[in-house]
């Protein structure tokens, strides 16, 4: 398998115009293996041509470095609300709503085909497969990865707590009915040990799978979700395979109250929540800080001294009302930035493109000196070598280079997101949505071109998703009407956290 580029533009961050050429790019087997006059000249007999015609540029695929794919199916299906209300709704442990593996697989489905569309070639996914994460169904989702021919990083994202545990204000339940606090104080739907068990089989089946596409990584979910000793059981599977660790971190204001003295919540003993991770000897360089909007300076600091990576989800931060990340203090810090999606239910999309501009926005409006805001050499910095760093793969994917990962994306600058062309850095972070994509490579594979994904037949499975969930739609419809009972009790402790002085302001307006 070998792919030749020719007479194509090809990204260079290292040039003040960003890219160089026109010029040739080889790639054998997953491999970029040259570029410039070399590459013509060294091409297998029978490789496959695609020609640049001087103004396609070849760019990193996106890397998608926050992701959760069993939302796939609930794109714009509820208005917006802080993120604690929202979790009532977007994820049900109803055992009525457990996934077939067909229907694992198609949900999994449905954002591949978006991302590879839109040049998106890999992807973290923080999988929640509630009620619990079932062989067969952590098997339907890698096998959608596996087929659809992305390269996708998979967890478990599993609480190991009831609510009560995870939110501040609830005190003893007191004057709530009794339905309600029953199922604020019910447990997780999994044991630790099941979820165990469940990544024996993930890591054991999947990691490094279809020739090192796919592998895994472990969730804690968020540090006030899981118990210390499950994450240290997670942590040692992370540092005997070298996995990332997923951990939403200082979210939401309600998370950040978590660390006020008489919230409830006396474990934390006046920490937030990335002070009880760094205490714990949790914070380390495996760690995918996700959010972190709610940090102030020890935190920050903190999370440089550990050299993890923090994933920027700006689009669905905006969505739930969130905040806007420190992103300048960070940069600062030298801390790697990445950035995700986090899940179609609450991006509405699984573009990246649309993160990529949102991450190049919204920081604008933090009050800081305009030489402050970020520049699109910093937005897409973030985009493929933070992403790099957060898969663990630095050096490996996010760049055109020889001995790089052929996981490209190829743009087409007479687009018109492109027309007239007058700084590619600039319309790449404001002006593209993915519509100039003309091709989509992943491990040296060309997945989609032309607008459409050619690894799968794209329009019989739309088809199946379709029809698979009008007839899910009865019971989602049940589900959102028993989370409407339990609305009132959470919006009253994010309604409380809002008026509780946290020492920090995310907030704008």
Same mark, same amino acid.
């Given at each position: 398998?070998?792919?030749?580029?020719?007479?194509?533009?090809?990204?260079?961050?290292?040039?003040?115009?960003?890219?160089?050429?026109?010029?040739?790019?080889?790639?054998?087997?997953?491999?970029?293996?040259?570029?410039?006059?070399?590459?013509r000249a060294s091409?297998?007999?029978?490789?496959?041509?695609?020609?640049?015609?001087?103004?396609?540029?070849?760019?990193?695929?996106?890397?998608?470095?926050?992701?959760?794919?069993?939302?796939?199916?609930?794109?714009?299906?509820?208005?917006?609300?802080?993120?604690?209300?929202?979790?009532?709704?977007?994820?049900?442990?109803?055992?009525?709503?457990?996934?077939?593996?067909?229907?694992?697989?198609?949900?999994?489905?449905?954002?591949?085909?978006?991302?590879?569309?839109?040049?998106?070639?890999?992807?973290?996914?923080?999988?929640?497969?509630?009620?619990?994460?079932?062989?067969?169904?952590?098997?339907?989702?890698?096998?959608?990865?596996?087929?659809?021919?992305?390269?996708?990083?998979?967890?478990?994202?599993?609480?190991?707590?009831?609510?009560?545990?995870?939110?501040?204000?609830?005190?003893?339940? /007191?004057?709530?009915?009794? +339905?309600? @606090?029953? &199922?604020?104080? =019910?447990?997780? #739907?999994?044991?630790?040990?099941? %979820?165990?068990?469940?990544?024996?089989?993930?890591?054991?089946?999947?990691?490094?799978?279809?020739?090192?596409?796919?592998?895994?990584?472990?969730?804690?979910?968020?540090?006030?979700?899981?118990?210390?000793?499950?994450?240290?059981?997670?942590?040692?599977?992370?540092?005997?395979?070298?996995?990332?660790?997923?951990?939403?971190?200082?979210?939401?204001?309600?998370?950040?109250?978590?660390?006020?003295?008489?919230?409830?919540?006396?474990?934390?003993?006046?920490?937030?929540?990335?002070?009880?991770?760094?205490?714990?000897?949790?914070?380390?360089?495996r760690v995918n800080?996700?959010?972190?909007?709610?940090?102030?300076?020890? /935190?920050?600091?903190?999370? +440089?001294? @550990?050299? &993890?990576?923090? =994933?920027?989800? #700006?689009?669905?931060?905006?969505? %739930?009302?969130?905040?806007?990340?420190?992103?300048?203090?960070?940069?600062?810090?030298?801390?790697?930035?990445?950035?995700?999606?986090?899940?179609?239910?609450?991006?509405?999309?699984?573009?990246?493109?649309?993160?990529?501009?949102?991450?190049?926005?919204?920081?604008?409006?933090?009050?800081?000196?305009?030489?402050?805001?970020?520049?699109?050499?910093?937005?897409?910095?973030?985009?493929?070598?933070?992403?790099?760093?957060?898969?663990?793969?630095?050096?490996?994917?996010?760049?055109?280079?020889?001995?790089?990962?052929?996981?490209?994306?190829?743009?087409?600058?007479?687009?018109?997101?492109?027309?007239?062309?007058?700084?590619?850095?600039?319309?790449?972070?404001?002006?593209?949505?993915?519509?100039?994509?003309?091709?989509?490579?992943?491990?040296?594979?060309?997945?989609?071109?032309?607008?459409?994904?050619?690894s799968v037949d794209?329009?019989?499975?739309?088809?199946?998703?379709?029809?698979?969930?009008?007839?899910?739609?009865?019971?989602?419809?049940?589900?959102?009407?028993?989370?409407?009972?339990?609305?009132?009790?959470?919006?009253?402790?994010?309604?409380?956290?809002?008026?509780?002085?946290?020492?920090?302001?995310?907030?704008?307006?």
């Amino acid at each position: 398998m070998s792919v030749l580029l020719t007479d194509v533009l090809v990204w260079d961050p290292t040039r003040a115009s960003g890219m160089t050429g026109p010029t040739d790019v080889l790639v054998v087997d997953d491999t970029i293996t040259a570029i410039g006059e070399t590459a013509r000249a060294s091409a297998p007999v029978g490789a496959r041509t695609i020609d640049g015609g001087g103004h396609h540029v070849v760019v990193p695929g996106l890397v998608n470095a926050h992701f959760h794919s069993p939302a796939n199916h609930l794109k714009g299906a509820f208005r917006s609300r802080p993120l604690e209300a929202f979790m009532l709704y977007e994820s049900p442990a109803d055992p009525a709503l457990r996934p077939t593996p067909r229907e694992a697989y198609l949900r999994t489905m449905l954002g591949a085909l978006e991302m590879l569309r839109t040049g998106t070639t890999s992807v973290q996914d923080d999988a929640f497969l509630m009620p619990t994460p079932e062989p067969e169904v952590i098997d339907a989702v890698m096998q959608a990865y596996a087929d659809s021919g992305i390269r996708a990083t998979v967890a478990l994202d599993q609480p190991e707590l009831p609510d009560t545990d995870k939110l501040p204000f609830l005190g003893g339940l /007191d004057g709530l009915a009794p +339905a309600v @606090a029953s &199922a604020l104080r =019910a447990p997780a #739907p999994a044991a630790a040990s099941e %979820l165990l068990d469940a990544y024996d089989h993930l890591v054991g089946t999947w990691h490094g799978a279809a020739g090192g596409r796919l592998s895994a990584a472990v969730s804690i979910s968020a540090p006030q979700r899981v118990s210390p000793e499950y994450w240290g059981a997670l942590d040692d599977l992370s540092r005997t395979h070298d996995l990332p660790v997923f951990a939403h971190v200082l979210e939401t204001r309600t998370q950040r109250a978590l660390s006020v003295p008489g919230t409830g919540q006396d474990r934390f003993a006046g920490r937030s929540l990335v002070r009880y991770a760094d205490d714990l000897g949790l914070l380390n360089d495996r760690v995918n800080v996700i959010h972190a909007v709610w940090v102030d300076d020890d /935190d920050l600091d903190r999370i +440089a001294a @550990a050299g &993890a990576v923090v =994933a920027h989800n #700006p689009v669905s931060n905006l969505r %739930l009302g969130s905040g806007v990340m420190p992103f300048r203090a960070m940069r600062d810090r030298g801390i790697p930035v990445a950035l995700g999606v986090d899940e179609a239910i609450c991006d509405d999309t699984v573009n990246t493109w649309g993160v990529v501009k949102q991450a190049g926005l919204v920081h604008n409006v933090a009050g800081l000196d305009p030489e402050d805001w970020p520049t699109p050499a910093e937005v897409l910095d973030a985009l493929w070598e933070g992403g790099a760093a957060a898969m663990r793969r630095t050096g490996r994917i996010g760049r055109v280079a020889v001995g790089a990962q052929a996981d490209l994306a190829v743009l087409d600058l007479y687009a018109p997101a492109f027309t007239p062309f007058n700084d590619l850095r600039g319309q790449l972070v404001y002006c593209e949505s993915g519509g100039s994509v003309r091709a989509t490579i992943v491990a040296g594979a060309v997945v989609a071109e032309d607008g459409r994904v050619v690894s799968v037949d794209e329009a019989a499975l739309l088809a199946e998703a379709r029809e698979l969930h009008a007839a899910r739609r009865p019971a989602l419809e049940r589900t959102w009407a028993e989370a409407d009972a339990l609305l009132p009790a959470v919006d009253a402790v994010v309604r409380r956290a809002a008026r509780t002085d946290v020492g920090m302001n995310r907030w704008i307006g």
